[in-house]
């Protein structure tokens, strides 16, 4: 069952193998910046990064790029991260397609499996360390490598501090999921179901179907990124997450880099101004319309909400 997802992260072994046999005999410059691994899932409010150059940078960027597995301490659901850059002599751009291209045979060989299976696509992890083993972490298997084949003129590195991602979700598990909490609250707390804080949330979505689907809005923790500018214009040409080292070319002068510090929330600026306005629906749970609707179509506890 699982032979296809092993063939296919064996092909990618074997080639992240070879360049990490090649790769460093090009580096005529590079700095990394180890982060702490997260033993909890909540972020600290403060992280304290180091500053690795030389071989050592180069000895743990090839740990990294094949590192696969959650280390021993490292919670579920985080990621190792070293942020950083490599400037090289030779471009590697053909090796780095190559090694990204099988991470994404990787991820189809997992998706193709989970299709058989009529899964959920919450499966693919699961699926995944069944094939692989039981510490590997999706997100580090099949994040891509980044390359630009020419020298730029100003590597920015900072922290993304405020960035949220979305989802959707039916009216219907949302109302799956108040329903179990209430009951559980009454429960436990020996109260009538109706004087639970979850019941009360069920009102607003009365009028609602269903099958409406609402956006789920949720924080991302904060995370190292990176700026690159090869052009002189203002703007900048290329922004990345930075969860592992670049390789750029090296050029005729030496660029500037903005190196990456430690991160401290109660330093961060304040977030974006424009920030997309939604049409709130549940305000404690950050579930909101999908996209702005006429008033003729809003629900009337909703509409209400607004009009005040």
């Known amino acids: 069952m699982y032979e296809e997802i092993q063939g296919a992260f064996a092909r990618l072994q074997s080639v992240l193998h070879a360049f990490n046999l090649s790769w460093p005999d090009h580096v005529v410059d590079g700095a990394v910046w180890r982060l702490p691994l997260l033993t909890e899932?909540?972020?600290?409010?403060?992280?304290?990064v180091k500053r690795l150059v030389g071989q050592t940078a180069v000895d743990a960027t090839q740990i990294a790029l094949a590192e696969f597995e959650r280390d021993l301490g490292q919670v579920p659901g985080t990621v190792m991260r070293l942020p950083g850059y490599f400037v090289v002599s030779k471009s590697v751009l053909k090796q780095v397609r190559q090694i990204n291209a099988l991470k994404d045979d990787l991820a189809m060989a997992i998706e193709r499996l989970r299709l058989e299976l009529n899964l959920v696509p919450a499966a693919r992890p699961p699926l995944m360390r069944r094939a692989l083993g039981a510490k590997f972490s999706t997100k580090q298997l099949?994040?891509?490598?980044?390359?630009?084949?020419?020298?730029?003129?100003?590597?920015?590195?900072?922290?993304?501090?405020?960035?949220?991602?979305?989802?959707?979700?039916s009216v219907a598990k949302v109302r799956e999921k108040l329903q179990a909490g209430a009951e559980a609250r009454a429960s436990r707390e020996s109260i009538r179901i109706e004087d639970t804080p979850e019941y009360q949330e069920l009102r607003p979505l009365v009028n609602m179907a269903d099958t409406e689907v609402l956006t789920e809005r949720k924080s991302v923790a904060p995370h190292p990124r990176a700026m690159l500018w090869f052009t002189?214009?203002?703007?900048?040409?290329?922004?990345?997450?930075?969860?592992?080292?670049?390789?750029?070319?090296?050029?005729?002068?030496?660029?500037?880099v903005r190196e990456l510090k430690n991160f401290d929330r109660n330093a961060r600026q304040a977030k974006r101004p424009d920030e997309k306005r939604r049409i709130e629906v549940l305000p404690n749970r950050d579930l909101f319309l999908p996209t702005r609707k006429s008033?003729?179509?809003l629900p009337h506890s909703i509409r209400s909400k607004r009009l005040m």
């Open 41 to 48: 899932q909540r972020t600290p409010d403060t992280l304290q």
């Open 142 to 169: 099949l994040r891509h490598i980044q390359c630009f084949d020419e020298a730029p003129r100003l590597i920015t590195f900072t922290w993304a501090g405020h960035t949220t991602a979305t989802g959707r979700i």
């Open 232 to 256: 002189d214009s203002s703007r900048y040409d290329a922004m990345i997450h930075a969860n592992l080292p670049m390789f750029v070319m090296a050029g005729e002068n030496t660029f500037e």
């Open 295 to 297: 008033e003729r179509r």
